[in-house]
């Protein structure tokens, strides 16, 4: 059996729908004032035996959306959590919260009394003789980059207009409320259309397949960052990634294997004379 509506039911069924489109947006009448302009506050206290960790708290009445950011790259959304410093200095905190009233700002300066104490847990990573029975070379298909370890340093290379992609990795247990920090001395003469990434995730890497997951830090040509001569700590020269700005500190909310992945190739580019050039690899964990 067919069907068939005229236009006249179409525009009738089209004007009910906006009349009750229109009808159910009528605002509602209120004698309701609006809350008072929140003052915020919060407060930032040393973690009990910890000194390195400061605990800050909202103690701002009636909010439900808070901020926490530091000069140490530390962000956090929860009313109350937890803030790691590695490094002896002062920090300056800045607290957001919104009430029914609006938003408001405070801001509060901390002082860490010595750098924390840490444990490197990587293996292998000054690069120095027989650091290679650490490190498994990934194959990620295609053309594969020149990954090697000699001259106690790990060299990332390529040739001519390439098109290449290689990655090297070492799985690392971790535990739940530790702080990490990655860092890495790398240095080239200038890349072009080129990436090199430390990824650091839970997923087992394959050989055959590229490396996906939690790009932590990496120098990326398209970025901005490896163009042109470069040489410092990864962690705090990259300029993409989920680690960007956050000096190599990392937690992670589950105990666990993960695995540190270092991938490094070109589209159409080149990763520069005589490559790209990491050592002094480390993985610290606090103590």
């Not at 340093?153 to 535990?175: C, D, E, L």
């Not at 409320?177 to 087992?204: C, M, P, Q, R, T």
Request: hydrophobic content about 35%.
């Amino acid at each position: 059996m067919n069907f068939h509506y005229s236009n006249n039911i179409r525009t009738i069924a089209l004007a009910t729908l906006v009349a009750g489109a229109m009808a159910s947006c009528t605002p509602e009448s209120s004698d309701k004032d609006l809350a008072p302009l929140p003052v915020a506050s919060f407060t930032a206290e040393p973690l009990a035996g910890n000194a390195n960790k400061i605990v800050v708290s909202s103690t701002t009445p009636g909010g439900f959306i808070f901020e926490y950011k530091d000069d140490n790259g530390n962000t956090s959304t929860r009313e109350t959590d937890t803030l790691s410093y590695f490094e002896a200095g002062e920090y300056t905190i800045q607290f957001t919260v919104f009430t029914s009233g609006g938003y408001a700002k405070a801001v509060q300066k901390v002082t860490i009394a010595q750098t924390a104490k840490t444990q490197d847990i990587l293996k292998g990573g000054d690069l120095g003789a027989g650091s290679e029975q650490h490190w498994t070379v990934l194959n990620t298909s295609g053309t594969q980059t020149d990954i090697r370890i000699e001259n106690g340093a790990m060299h990332f290379n390529n040739t001519g207009n390439a098109n290449s992609n290689g990655a090297i990795y070492q799985k690392v247990a971790v535990k739940q409320g530790k702080s990490y920090v990655f860092s890495g001395k790398v240095s080239g003469k200038g890349a072009n259309n080129s990436w090199f990434e430390v990824y650091i995730d839970k997923a087992v890497p394959t050989q055959g397949s590229d490396y996906g997951g939690n790009k932590f830090v990496s120098l990326n040509t398209w970025a901005g960052c490896g163009k042109v001569p470069f040489s410092g700590d990864l962690a705090f020269i990259g300029c993409d990634g989920a680690g960007t700005g956050k000096k190599g500190v990392m937690s992670f909310s589950q105990s666990g294997d993960i695995y540190i992945v270092i991938k490094a190739g070109s589209s159409s580019g080149s990763l520069g004379d005589g490559g790209i050039v990491l050592d002094d690899i480390k993985f610290l964990e606090e103590i």
